[in-house]
């Protein structure tokens, strides 16, 4: 779900964090991205154009969330397979001030 997508540092921490997954029998998953799926939180309708432009911005600039800033960062949506089955796994990588992710999806282990 794009609401809880994992939190990466830019494009080569997507790919970094993916090509750490094994799947269930000892593998590594095929990944490809498919696209985003739009902003990690939706905007509300009454999000002023000066608003999208400064946390488009922030985003473009990798910059940190303030404290309760809402998660406004586009996600993007990759599809794994392992074997014969397939799954999908949301990442945003826009967070370059957060530690690398260490914990791996269900069905999935992490190897360091």
Known sequence: MRETAIEVCKPQGQHHYLARLVCPDRSHPAFERSGNVGPCHDLSADTQPGEITRLT????????????EVDHHMVDRYE???GPQTSELYLDMYH????????APAGFSIAN
Do not use: K
């Open 96 to 103: 370059c001030d957060a530690p690398v992710p260490q914990a």
């Open 80 to 82: 794994l397979t392992c």
């Open 57 to 68: 911005i922030a985003a473009m600039e990798y910059r940190p969330l303030e404290a309760g």
